[in-house]
């Protein structure tokens, strides 16, 4: 499995940004995605996840009503952020999680990462 994030970069407060992970190697029947984001002095956080069918999307409290994620049965995940804030900044990752339940909040439960896409949002 090669996660390859893309599409972060520099905002500022109230604009928008959509990030793309997309797996270029094992494919799997069904497996849930899920973004996460760590930002300086801190641990990496849960944002956003889909299961396998699309029909299942969990978000963090933080996620809720700014950020949309989508994907394609574990094939890519999408996260679309509107109305970013500063504390939004931090280096946000993909991850795959080999299972047909919906997306852990966990990280410990995610089996591949990818390497990160750094986003600055200023004031």
């Known amino acids: 499995v090669q996660l390859q994030a893309s599409g972060g970069g520099m905002a500022q407060a109230g604009d928008s940004l959509s990030l793309s992970c997309v797996n270029s190697?094992?494919?799997?029947?069904?497996?849930?995605m899920g973004w996460f984001r760590q930002a300086p002095g801190k641990d990496r956080e849960f944002v956003a996840g889909?299961?396998?069918?699309?029909?299942?999307k969990t978000y963090a409290e933080s996620a809720k009503g700014r950020f949309a994620v989508s994907g394609d049965n574990a094939k890519s995940i999408d996260l679309h952020m509107n109305n970013l804030k500063p504390e939004d900044s931090a280096v946000y990752y993909c991850?795959?999680?080999?299972?047909?339940?919906?997306?852990?909040?966990?990280?410990?439960?995610?089996?591949?990462w990818g390497q990160g896409t750094q986003v600055t949002v200023s004031s």
């Open positions: 991850a795959l999680e080999a299972t047909s339940s919906p997306a852990s909040t966990f990280e410990k439960d995610y089996d591949y």
């Open positions: 190697g094992r494919t799997f029947t069904v497996a849930a």
């Open positions: 889909i299961d396998w069918s699309g029909d299942h």
